[in-house]
């Protein structure tokens, strides 16, 4: 079945370090790719995403490149703010099953201090 | 205009209880989730629903009984709550394509005691 694996955190980092998350994955068919946050008492959110290989998703100075040959989609930002902290989510969609199914990694709790 | 609206925010109740959780978009989706999510912030699909049609039932007991009314409403009913059962589940909604993304709701924090 498809599966999601994320680097553990905690990540702690000083604002403007420069931030990468890993996420690779293992899927049946050919999937979407994603990146979702959740900040603190909140539901999770859509941060970008990627729906083929070489895609490049991007949003408020986070980016991820679509991998297939390395089945990776790592999420980096070049110089992080305290309010980046929250917990980020890796997930991929995929259809192989003849219906939409998401399956999301264990996330990832970023700290960023002053 | 919420898009995904679940209520209640937190609910607090004693073993053995039966207790619901609604869950409205009104995004136009077709597809809704619900999503369990433990104390290490793992996140499990529960129930996933298409045009009121079950279509995913992930490993779950069966005192977890998902009904969907309508496309825009998907509600969890839980019997006999266990203390294993404290959470915080969300319910999410998508267009059901490949490269569609979810909208979560804001999530219920279910306590019990």
């Known amino acids: 079945g498809d599966s999601v694996t994320q680097m553990e955190g905690p990540v702690t980092l000083s604002e403007e370090a420069f931030l990468t998350i890993n996420c690779t994955y293992t899927a049946t068919g050919y999937p979407s790719l994603f990146w979702y946050v959740q900040y603190p008492g909140e539901g999770l959110q859509l941060l970008l995403k990627a729906t083929k290989a070489d895609d490049k998703g991007s949003n408020k100075g986070f980016e991820a490149t679509y991998r297939k040959e390395t089945t990776s989609f790592h999420l980096e930002k070049g110089s992080v703010q305290v309010s980046d902290s929250a917990v980020y989510f890796c997930a991929l969609s995929d259809n192989s099953g003849g219906y939409q199914k998401v399956t999301f990694g264990t996330g990832t709790k970023l700290q960023v201090i002053p | 205009d919420t898009a995904v609206s679940q209520t209640p925010k937190y609910l607090v109740t004693q073993m053995g209880n039966d207790k619901s959780i609604k869950c409205e978009q009104n995004?136009?989706?077709?597809?809704m989730y619900w999503y369990k999510q433990d104390s290490k912030k793992f996140l499990k699909i529960m129930f996933s629903?298409?045009?009121?049609?079950?279509?995913i039932n992930e490993t779950v007991p069966n005192r977890f009984s998902p009904k969907s009314p309508d496309k825009a409403h998907l509600n969890l009913h839980i019997n006999s709550l266990e203390l294993g059962d404290s959470a915080v589940y969300f319910c999410?909604?998508?267009?059901?394509?490949?490269?569609?993304?979810?909208?979560f709701g804001q999530g219920t924090r279910l306590t019990v005691v």
């Open positions: 629903y298409n045009n009121k049609e079950l279509i």
């Open positions: 999410a909604s998508s267009l059901g394509q490949l490269n569609t993304e979810a909208f």
């Open positions: 995004l136009g989706h077709d597809t």
